[in-house]
């Protein structure tokens, strides 16, 4: 399952947040396959693509205590609510 997020960022800080995202250990959970920080080149937005083993691993992922901790610190970063979109690869 592909999961893209995209997160809002105050300007400027771009770097900042994928710096944050960078060192986190959310992306070396179980069940997570592969993953990519994608920085925007006109708006002051970064994406994620993550590859879950499963719908499952993705929460059970976000909902352990390392999921918890980085919800916590990225929402501190953010400019607005983040869009999460879910695929299915054929």
Do not use: K
Not at 2 to 18: Q, S
Not at 22 to 46: C, K, N, T, W
Not at 78 to 83: E, V
Request: hydrophobic share 45%; no cysteine.
């Amino acid at each position: 399952m592909l999961e893209i997020v995209r997160l809002p960022v105050p300007p400027g800080t771009e770097g900042e947040v994928a710096a944050f995202l960078e060192a986190s250990p959310y992306f070396g959970q179980q069940g997570l396959l592969a993953h990519r920080i994608l920085v925007g080149e006109q708006d002051p937005e970064i994406a994620l693509v993550l590859e879950w083993a499963s719908h499952d691993a993705g929460r059970a992922a976000i909902t352990s205590d390392i999921g918890r901790t980085f919800l916590a610190g990225l929402q501190e970063r953010l400019a607005g609510a983040p869009q999460i979109t879910y695929y299915e690869p054929r």
